[in-house]
């Protein structure tokens, strides 16, 4: 993701997620129950003093770090208590793209032209480029 520099030098916390999310800026907090599970889980926000870069999300699905372009179009869409719930991967680069698992589909980023998609049905690895029966926002 382009909000992402490459990790300086300096090895401290969190690693390479310093450059990606900054610093904590609020408390460990309980999230609205997945929409799609009704799991339960925990956030923490990450930025600096004016803006969101990232979160850490906690959930019986795991710990996952969501950041960047990624985190945009999660938080637009309601974080945990959308139809996608919690996170259950990491970011992996996918036929192209840089994509992010969830309970209820993935989101994946084109970054050729900086745009973010929804698909919401975690089991459909139909490429974005052939989206004929996906339900894509």
């Known amino acids: 993701d382009t909000n992402c520099v490459q990790p300086s030098s ?4 969190p690693g390479t997620f310093s450059n990606c ?3 904590p800026i609020g408390q460990v907090t309980t999230a609205t129950n997945s929409g799609a599970s009704g799991t339960t889980g925990k956030y923490q926000k990450f930025g600096n003093d004016s803006s969101e870069y990232g979160s850490i999300n906690y ?3 795991g710990t996952y770090a969501v950041y960047g372009a990624l985190y945009n179009k999660y938080k637009e869409l309601g974080y945990s208590a959308s139809s ?3 996170p259950t991967s990491n970011e992996y680069s996918w036929k192209g793209y840089r994509r992010r698992d ?6 994946y980023w084109n970054p050729s032209i ?3 998609s929804v698909v919401y049905s975690s089991t459909d690895t139909t490429p974005p480029s052939a989206p004929k029966n996906l ?3």
């Open 10 to 13: 300096w090895k401290g916390w």
């Open 21 to 23: 999310m900054r610093f």
């Open 59 to 61: 959930s019986s699905k």
């Open 84 to 86: 996608l719930g919690f």
């Open 102 to 107: 969830f309970e209820g589909g993935y989101i």
């Open 114 to 116: 900086n745009s973010t």
């Open 135 to 137: 339900r894509v926002k």
